[in-house]
């Protein structure tokens, strides 16, 4: 069933409903075949992400729960991340190839991506230490699942959810304010997270008026987009400086650095772009306006 709450059915069943979906499809993903380990984990990755968003949009109604389940889902995730990397590098190898394909056509360039897929077979651990993790992780969403069931997540009405709309709105509005009064990684990655958790409750939410939200939802993934191959450009360039015989030549590594850079300040300035139009609202007017929707969804007959 889809990532989303209803306005006429009960939203706490509905909230665990969709945390218990999100994490069977993370198990199921886990249990892929070896050939499509990387895109398992992957999907794996994704669920967890959607269900750490969703207890974000419930924080003040789970109380000390949500403290526990947060801490529960970034240990899960932690364990999966370093595979996800490597895997990340591979894509934002291509995308890079894709934009310049001529200067991607060298042998000495497709040397390069080979080594990067050997390096990531795994996430670069041995084969018996991925098994240990991926069994640990199908484990441990077996466990929160049985967890679920006594979240104390209790409410009918928009009220469930419009404290936790408004602080992680709020988060990413002032996310956005630091990385654009300082551009740094760490700032750029922190805002990314923000941006995700608001495209994530926007998915959810978006029943209360689809056609108005659709669009939001569609430039939210835009943004989050953007700033999640900044994120991999970013990473790529700490592993020319860290493992600079995976990239070739001294002259190859500068060509790679100089190509990065430049994608890098293209992305940013169209993050920021799109970034203060879509947090312009503040956060207590946006849930204001949602929760007028919500209710006018609500008390429609059909």
Not at 182 to 199: I, N, P
Not at 218 to 242: E, F, I, R, V, Y
Request: include cysteine; glycine fraction near 4%; hydrophobic fraction near 40%.
């Amino acid at each position: 069933m889809a990532y989303r709450i209803k306005p006429r059915k009960s939203a706490t069943k509905q909230v665990r409903r969709v945390a218990l979906e999100r994490l069977h499809k993370a198990r199921k993903a886990l249990m892929l075949p070896p050939q499509d380990r990387a895109r398992g984990i992957h999907q794996a990755r994704k669920r967890l992400k959607e269900v750490r968003a969703l207890i974000r949009l419930v924080r003040k109604p789970l109380g000390e729960t949500f403290k526990e389940e947060n801490r529960r889902f970034r240990n899960i995730n932690r364990k999966l991340s370093s595979m996800r990397d490597a895997g990340a590098l591979i894509e934002i190898w291509d995308i890079l190839a894709d934009a310049e394909p001529e200067r991607f056509a060298s042998q000495e360039k497709r040397d390069v991506r080979q080594r990067l897929v050997v390096r990531g077979q795994d996430g670069g651990q041995t084969v018996e230490e991925s098994h240990q993790i991926l069994n640990e992780v199908i484990e441990d969403l077996a466990k929160a699942e049985d967890a679920v069931a006594a979240w104390p997540a209790k409410g009918e009405t928009f009220a469930l959810v419009s404290d936790g709309l408004k602080r992680t709105t709020a988060d990413g509005r002032r996310a956005l304010e630091a990385a654009c009064d300082s551009v740094s990684d760490d700032r750029l990655h922190d805002w990314r997270k923000r941006v995700k958790d608001h495209w994530y409750h926007t998915r959810l939410l978006k029943s209360a008026w689809p056609a108005a939200l659709d669009a939001r939802t569609a430039m939210l993934k835009d943004l989050a987009d953007l700033l999640g191959q900044d994120h991999d450009l970013s990473m790529l360039q700490t592993m020319l400086d860290k493992e600079p015989t995976l990239f070739g030549s001294a002259q190859q590594r500068e060509e790679l650095l100089e190509i990065a850079g430049k994608r890098r300040d293209e992305l940013q300035h169209s993050a920021f772009r799109l970034g203060l139009r879509l947090y312009a609202e503040s956060p207590a007017a946006l849930c204001k306006r949602w929760g007028r929707y919500w209710k006018i969804a609500r008390a429609e007959k059909t």
